[in-house]
Nanobody, 125 residues
Framework: QVQLVESGGGLVQAGGSLRLSCGAS?????????MGWFRQAPGKEREFVAA????????YYADSVKGRFTISRDNAKNTVYLQLNSLKPEDTAVYYC????WGIGAVRESEYDYWGQGTQVTVSS
């Protein structure tokens, strides 16, 4: 059974930083999957944040986080990271990681095969 488990969320002041991690179970051939991060704020639809391709590590970002967030992966550890810098109150959301087999870095949720349970990020003003 494939499992994705996020960690690293928490409460931080505006301007601060957090590093989210998402570990995949060994039943997933991690290097075959493009990994994405999405977020859902209260009362809003879930939205794409960032993705990193299975092949070569090309990265993609939503305009709202470009220059502030950085996605990376460590295939040896079956883990994808999201470094959140210069956080703003509007970044407050539950952050989810997702896996897309041989994905192209899609922004649509429907492209992703597996999802984690999410980790809460709260940014105070």
């Amino acid at each position: 059974q494939v499992q994705l488990v996020e960690s690293g969320g928490g409460l931080v002041q505006a301007g601060g930083s957090l590093r989210l991690s998402c570990g995949a179970s060994s039943s997933l051939t991690f290097s075959d999957y493009t990994m994405g991060w999405f977020r859902q704020a209260p009362g809003k639809e879930r939205e794409f944040v960032a993705a990193i391709r299975w092949s070569g590590g090309s990265t993609y970002y939503a305009d709202s986080v470009k220059g502030r967030f950085t996605i990376s992966r460590d295939n040896a550890k079956n883990t994808v990271y999201l470094q959140l810098n210069s956080l703003k109150p509007e970044d407050t959301a539950v952050y989810y990681c997702a896996a897309d087999f041989w994905g192209i870095g899609a922004v649509r949720e429907s492209e992703y095969d597996y999802w984690g349970q999410g980790t809460q990020v709260t940014v105070s003003s």
